[in-house]
């Protein structure tokens, strides 16, 4: 599915709009199911790699704005508000038993920028790593909706097999 195909630039399908893919015609509805499954896992994973980023962004940013370190009040407000107005309230199903996803290679904007310069150079770097997760998340969520359009042409095909899951 391409940009061109949503109904309205930027907006994914409906359920509506489900439409069986021929691609995954063959797959069967357990893989199906298992390989949608996948795709959202890695999404989260790579939504979590942006927060991160976005995070970092705003902590350099927040840096350049004083001649002081970020205190932990500040830190607060730096992480929790967007500047739209709205907070940051993302949950994460990352529970502290379970191991952090693996960051992709930013060892390159992990640095701790030591002045006006190096800051630069880290946001720029940083912005183009959101970019490329970004990209790559789109495309994910591309598979997902397919993913999900395939099972919705299947269940109302056969609305029995829906309850499989169940068992």
Known sequence: ???????????????????????????????????????RTEEERISYWRRLIHARVDLLKAGNLGDSPIDVDAL???????GTGYVRQALHRVRAADPLPDLPDLAGVW?????ASDT?????????????????????????????????????ADPSRALEILA
């Open 1 to 39: 599915m391409t940009d061109d195909d949503l109904p309205l630039s930027g907006q994914r399908r409906t359920i509506k709009d489900a439409v069986a893919s021929p691609h995954l015609a063959s797959v069967s509805l357990a893989e199906l199911r298992e390989y949608r499954e996948r795709l």
């Open 76 to 82: 607060g407000r730096v992480l929790g508000d967007t």
């Open 111 to 115: 640095v701790t920028p030591t002045d």
């Open 120 to 156: 630069a150079e880290a946001l720029e770097r940083l912005g183009a790593a959101e970019l490329t997760l970004t990209s790559y998340r789109r495309a994910l969520h591309d598979r997902i909706d397919e993913a999900t359009a395939e099972l919705i042409v299947r269940y109302r």
